[in-house]
């Protein structure tokens, strides 16, 4: 997407907002670019905790935090389950499977008419919304249809 931002500009934006850049942070968002998945704090932490032996899920959430407060990540909240991370560009929608857990990013405009229609619906001042899409993803249905085969 030409909204994303590389790990460069990340770094420049975090820096100017006067976000402390220490090696752990500078890994989380390397790890976050790079994936382009959306990452639970504790998946990042197995993902680094080779390179920061001294580093623990509660830390990571603590640096996430900070990009959050930047910004720069945003936190996807499910009932019980844990928050997952993304790492910003525009408003976007999300895709998840639900036999893997799988969440890929979904750019569509049309949906701030729903905002509008919403709008007008109720006479509410409408200031965000949330869309999510559940199914299953083209891996797990390959997989479905081999168990179904045996
Ligand atoms: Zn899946
Ligand atoms: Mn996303």
Redo the contacts with the bound molecule.
């Keep these: 997407m030409s909204c994303e931002r590389t790990l460069k500009d990340s770094l420049a934006y975090l820096k100017n907002k006067g976000v402390r850049i220490t090696p752990q942070r500078h890994a989380i968002l390397e790890y976050m670019v790079q994936s382009m998945a959306h990452p639970t704090a504790d998946e990042i932490y197995k993902a680094l905790e080779e390179r920061f032996p001294n580093m623990s899920v509660a830390t990571v959430y603590n640096n996430l935090r900070a990009f959050i407060d930047a910004g720069l990540v945003k936190e996807l909240k499910f009932g019980d389950a844990s928050s997952r991370f993304d790492y910003w560009k525009d408003d976007h929608y999300h895709i998840i ?1 639900s ?4 969440m890929i990013d979904f750019d569509y405009d049309i949906c701030v008419d729903v905002e509008k229609a919403a709008a007008e619906f109720s006479g509410f001042e409408i200031t965000n919304h949330r869309l999510e899409f559940y199914g ?2 083209p ?2 249905q390959v997989k479905k249809e081999l168990k179904h085969v045996n």
Excluded: K, P
Aim: glycine share 12%; with cysteine; net charge negative.
């Design positions: 499977c036999e893997c857990g799988l299953t993803c891996e797990c």
